[in-house]
């Protein structure tokens, strides 16, 4: 079974202060992870993912995440917010064989604001 | 390439009643997954459709039920609403076939409230 867990609910940061916002996840396989965001009333966008290779994963708007396995952690980072960023940000993993292939497991969320 | 489309965007039902929601998928994806969101949880996994037919479930009950049409659309039906169901429901579509499945697309959901 997989699980994930964000450690932070919410986040506030000032603008143009860097950010990190928390996952660990909880797997008997191995998995690919991902990060999504949400802004308000609108879908899942995804922002990155880590599906093998290097353990550093860039994704878009400025954002980066780093793979570490025996941590089981997959954190997202931006070194400078902007206001544009406030928004719910979700974890995911999905195993990467077996008959859960291509289901998404999602932590409750960590909403960022940016206060100018 | 078109996005993911879902309708309705708002609805309102009584508990009891039954509930049609749609999907269009992103253009050639062949696989659609369906999501719950509750409010202020993370999506959970309802099911997922791979050409037409059913892919995996999660845990919910048999009142949601799905369709995949040839065309990739497909519907997501509840019956017997309780309001428990109250939630924004997300369809996500992929490729299923050529190894790109794990990059779900998403639609901006329904949102649905029961009464």
């Known amino acids: 079974a997989q699980s994930v867990t964000q450690l932070d609910s919410q986040v506030p940061v000032f603008e143009e202060a860097p950010v990190e916002l928390r996952c660990n996840y909880s797997?008997?396989?191995?998995?690919?992870l991902f990060w999504y965001v949400q802004y308000p009333n609108q879908g899942l966008q995804l922002l990155l993912k880590y599906l093998s290779g290097s353990t550093l994963v860039k994704g878009i708007n400025g954002f980066e995440a780093e793979f570490n396995k025996s941590q089981t952690s997959f954190h997202l980072r931006k070194p400078s917010v902007h206001i544009s960023d406030t928004a719910e940000y979700f974890c995911a993993v999905t195993p990467d064989r077996g008959s859960t292939l291509g289901r998404l497991y999602f932590g409750r969320g960590t909403q960022l604001t940016v206060w100018p | 390439e078109t996005g993911v489309t879902q309708s309705p965007t708002h609805l309102i039902k009584t508990r009891g009643q039954q509930v049609t929601l749609r999907c269009s998928s992103q253009?050639?994806?062949?696989?659609v997954s369906w999501y719950q969101q509750a409010l202020g949880q993370g999506p959970q996994f309802i099911f997922q459709?791979?050409?037409?037919?059913?892919?995996g479930r999660g845990n919910f009950p048999p009142r949601f039920s799905g369709l995949q049409f040839p065309n990739y659309s497909s519907e997501l039906n509840v019956n017997a609403l309780e309001l428990d169901d109250s939630a924004l429901y997300l369809c996500?579509?992929?490729?299923?076939?050529?190894?790109?499945?794990?990059?779900?697309?998403f639609g901006p959901g329904t949102r649905l409230l029961v009464l």
């Open positions: 996500a579509s992929s490729l299923g076939s050529t190894g790109l499945w794990e990059t779900q697309y």
């Open positions: 797997s008997s396989v191995s998995v690919y």
């Open positions: 253009s050639g994806h062949n696989t």
């Open positions: 459709y791979y050409r037409e037919e059913e892919n």
